[in-house]
């Protein structure tokens, strides 16, 4: 076991994860006990000795930095779009130079989703460089979905690898590079990247060589072979292939795949707003069976999506009685979500609206007290925390 592993390296990092997992082990066991708090609070208060050695000397250049712990380490960054009178756009390399270092971090060693919805599209040469930090070996980090920029409210177009417009002069042809090479977005893939936001759109990665009769093939074989683990994030990348074809198969064969497959989930949710419903009985079917056969699935999406998801919430909210269990613990995460404010100018409070209707359907209201969460918190909220424990 990797925190075994770390506690005999002499590594603080292995007793965290291995106290924040008893925590875990006893809530699930007796959440009554009333040792339970004990170990909550011991659990907390090692996270806040030890967040900065583990998150490094960066923290506070970017206090609005968002990250979510689960079992001692971090499973999420985030850096939202914060257009508030007083507050100031953080500056592009600054992300860069923060975040980069962070990536490094083996605290962030099961990092699963990377969302930077602060990069504004004239950014694009920082949102590079993230891209290209993530290939460097000495990145920790592997995440499987990566934003850069603003969430896209539907999924309908992808982006091609190497798009090249319609260039009539031979020499602007020739002068011509892409916004993202082939060779970035392979170097992307081989990394665990399984799917790509790029300012508003899908950007279509590769999982396999060949073209569309040679990726199905593969596919194929794939689908044919006995499950492995490794067959999992290029299958997900698959789900944002460019062939339609390619995508109704995989999807249609998601519930039938193995654990590793969950996280998929999410993408099928995401490809199920196509607008043309162009997939929308293969999704709509697989998201059904996947809810019934898979609870630890429905599980894993209610502690992993994004509060720029409010689609997920509503779908979370909408299962049925034998699902329901396993969409409890969104619940506190969504209330959560309402109170920290998640409405642009951009998009209005669509977010926020589809929030408190899954909180509705969830039979909870909007301002119902719910236990503070340790998930999700900004390094200024951590640094005020570990400010407060120094002085007690």
């Known amino acids: 076991m990797w925190a075994d592993q770390l506690q005999a390296q002499g590594e603080p990092l292995g007793e965290l994860v291995t106290v924040s997992l008893r925590v875990d082990e006893v809530r699930r066991i007796d959440p009554h006990t009333a040792k339970l708090a004990t170990l909550e609070v011991e659990a907390e208060q090692l996270r806040l000795s030890l967040a900065e050695q583990l998150l490094g000397p960066g923290v506070g250049e970017l206090p609005q930095l968002r990250l979510r712990w689960q079992h001692g380490v971090v499973r999420a960054i985030h850096l939202d779009l914060d257009l508030a009178p007083g507050r100031d756009l953080p500056r592009p390399q600054v ?25 504004m599209p004239d950014q694009r040469e920082a949102a590079h460089e993230l891209l290209r930090a993530l290939t460097l070996p000495a990145c920790q980090a592997r995440p499987r979905r990566v934003v850069l920029g603003r969430m896209p409210g539907q999924f309908r177009r992808l982006l091609r690898g190497d798009p090249r417009p319609r260039l009539a002069d031979a020499a602007d042809r020739a002068a011509y590079r892409p916004p993202l090479s082939r060779e970035l977005l392979e170097a992307v893939a081989a990394a665990g990247v399984t799917w790509l936001i790029w300012f508003g759109h899908v950007q279509s990665l590769p999982w396999t060589r060949g073209d569309h009769g040679a990726r199905l093939q593969k596919l194929e074989v794939l ?16 789900i944002w292939d460019t062939s339609s074809r390619i995508r109704r198969r995989i999807l249609a064969a998601l519930p039938s795949l193995g654990d590793e497959m969950a996280p998929a989930l999410l993408a099928a949710l995401a490809v199920s707003l196509d607008p043309r419903r162009s997939f929308g009985d293969v999704v709509e079917r697989s998201l059904t069976r996947a809810a019934s056969e898979h609870p630890s699935w429905v599980a894993g999406v209610a502690q992993n999506f994004s509060d720029d998801e409010p689609w997920v919430a509503g779908w979370l ?22 109170r920290r404010g998640i409405g642009t100018p951009f998009d209005g409070d669509y977010r926020g609206t589809g929030l408190r209707r899954a909180l509705h359907s969830f039979g909870v209201p ?27």
Do not use: C, N, Y
Not at 223 to 238: F, T
Not at 375 to 389: C, N, P, R, V, Y
């Open 95 to 119: 992300i860069v130079e923060v975040i980069g270092a962070l990536l490094q971090r083996p605290a962030l060693r099961f990092v699963d989703q990377l969302h930077l919805g602060a990069l």
């Open 223 to 238: 689908l044919g072979q006995p499950w492995s683990p490794a067959h999992g994030r290029p299958l997900e990348r698959a």
């Open 317 to 338: 909210s909408g299962l049925g009685r034998r699902s329901r269990g396993a969409t409890q613990s969104a619940i506190p995460r969504i209330a959560a979500m309402l």
């Open 366 to 392: 909007a301002d119902a007290p719910h236990a503070a969460s340790l998930e999700d918190e900004t390094l200024a909220e951590l640094l005020e925390k570990i400010g407060a424990q120094r002085t007690t």
